[in-house]
């Protein structure tokens, strides 16, 4: 997956001609899971029957979308039968993996160092790009806003590539007190130049001081962050104006749509013209079943974008299927606290499931946390 996303990034910025190379070959990848599902007998699992029911609603949302749209081509649908394979390559890899004889943890610890190679191997290159801004390295190539991704497809995977990659080195710091390489990453991390990185090592950052460390300790960090938000209460105009004086297009925008269009970088624009089109064109089975071509809408909030595709019913499948695979009983305060943390990176931005590379290092990444949570917990009862 990420040597077909560096392919397409190459073609992308480097021709003119945009081969979806990556898409292909996840594509290809999905059959071969969907074929080792059959191969497997799978079809009896709880989590199959999701799979099942996602398809029959993303049948039905087709077929809407054929009826609203009386100009609809032919290369919507086949975009939408690739952007449903993007959703459900999660589904399919979970099913393979939990049906095979294959070992989870050893699965998991190979791709977790994989992760950590790849972003290793990517600091060199991210500080070549921040020296020399080759194109090829930057998070917005052919733009003058700042960003610099090494060799990673585009900004929204370099983005939750550091996210998970953080993420398994934070809570290796929380439970083995190895905290180095976290520190160079969380440094490095910030090149990526993307709101939802420094919105989330903001957040880490928070969380760790103000409710993951020694009761004691977290008091007084407590105190302190309250200080720094009242600080940033009183300055807030000079800092609005920072912010603002940060992004190549940010006067205009600013001065345009106001701050908040600012931070979210036109987004709110994008859903409020969606919502328009919505209700122009929706009608009760588009509401229950999705269909709407993010082509024909695009919207870059991840769980809109997974409500105009899928409907309401579709999302709630698979919000419930989430539920199920990244949720255990009686897990911790941590992995519930970055769970979320997740979700709220998520909403806001939105390249987590709309990617098979990020949706894939988002499962391995908490099957990791479980396995390091695990070992923690029967250290303790050794003890």
Not at 124 to 151: A, H
Not at 327 to 348: C, D, E, G, H, M
């Amino acid at each position: 997956m990420f040597i077909g996303d560096l392919v397409t990034k190459y073609f992308k910025i480097e021709t003119f001609f945009f081969y979806l190379y990556g898409t292909f070959f996840k594509f290809f990848f999905g059959l071969i899971l969907l074929f080792n599902i059959i191969y497997l007998r799978a079809w009896k699992t709880e989590k199959f029957k999701y799979l099942i029911l996602l398809t029959c609603i993303f049948i039905i949302g087709q077929i809407s979308e054929y009826i609203i749209y009386d100009d609809i081509k032919q290369s919507h649908f086949i975009h939408n039968v690739f952007r449903f394979n993007t959703y459900i390559f999660l589904f399919l890899f979970v099913i393979v993996l939990k049906v095979s004889d294959i070992n989870q943890i050893k699965i998991t610890e190979s791709n977790i160092n994989w992760i950590k190679k790849i972003g290793l191997i990517n600091i060199p290159f991210l500080l070549i790009g921040l020296v020399t801004q080759i194109n090829f390295f930057k998070s917005y190539p052919g733009s003058d806003r700042f960003g610099i991704n090494g060799v990673l497809s585009s900004s929204g995977t370099a983005s939750f590539f550091y996210v998970f990659l953080i993420l398994i080195l934070y809570v290796e710091f929380v439970k083995k007190q190895t905290g180095s390489i976290l520190l160079i990453q969380f440094i490095v991390s910030f090149l990526v130049g993307t709101k939802t990185i420094w919105f989330f090592n903001g957040l880490l950052v928070i969380i760790h001081f103000c409710f993951i460390i020694k009761k004691k300790q977290r008091t007084i960090f407590q105190s302190i962050f309250v200080f720094i938000g009242l600080l940033v209460f009183l300055f807030r105009h000079k800092i609005k104006l920072f912010i603002i004086g940060l992004f190549s297009f940010g006067e205009r925008i600013y001065n345009e749509y106001g701050f908040i269009t600012v931070i979210l970088s036109t987004r709110d624009l994008f859903l409020v013209r969606a919502i328009e089109v919505y209700k122009e064109k929706a009608s009760l089975v588009t509401f229950l079943f999705g269909g709407i071509n993010d082509k024909l809408i695009n919207v870059e909030f991840e769980f809109i974008k997974l409500f105009l595709f899928f409907g309401l019913v579709g999302s709630v499948v698979y919000l419930f299927f989430l539920k199920t695979i990244f949720f255990r009983k009686n897990q911790s305060k941590l992995k519930t606290i970055l769970f979320i943390v997740i979700i709220v990176i998520s909403a806001l931005s939105g390249a987590l499931l709309y990617s098979v590379f990020c949706s894939i290092l988002f499962y391995i990444t908490f099957l990791y946390i479980d396995k390091l949570e695990n070992n923690s917990l029967n250290d303790d009862i050794q003890r």
